[in-house]
């Protein structure tokens, strides 16, 4: 699930589940960004700190962390779903590549 899925009371326990592990993750020195793109990052994550990820997917998955387990498949696709949650890429400081118009140019006139 995407944190957008997550609303009212369930929000914010999910928020409040997230914190520690994200914590422990962002805070690795590991982890360290040195101007590596946003796959070197997440892949560090995954290296670095595997019992935090799994705790983030657990509590994405929104089933108890405890007796959690995830295969090399799964993991890989839950890896890239997280590119298509802003929000979630927020949290571990990275923001996503994505293009921020896919419409018309925009114009700026001055009178």
Known sequence: ?????FKGEK????VGKLLLPIMNIVGNPENAGDGRGIIQQVSGFFTNN????MEVLAILDD????GYEINAQ????????WF???ELLGLFGLQSKTPTSSGSATTTTTE
């Not at 929000?11 to 999910?14: E, L």
Request: glycine share 4%; net charge negative; hydrophobic share 40%.
């Open 63 to 66: 089933v108890p962390v405890e």
């Open 1 to 5: 699930m995407k944190l957008r899925d």
């Open 50 to 53: 595997p019992h935090d990820v």
């Open 74 to 81: 799964t993991a890989l696709q839950r890896l890239l779903s």
């Open 11 to 14: 929000g914010i326990q999910v």
């Open 84 to 86: 298509d949650d802003p």
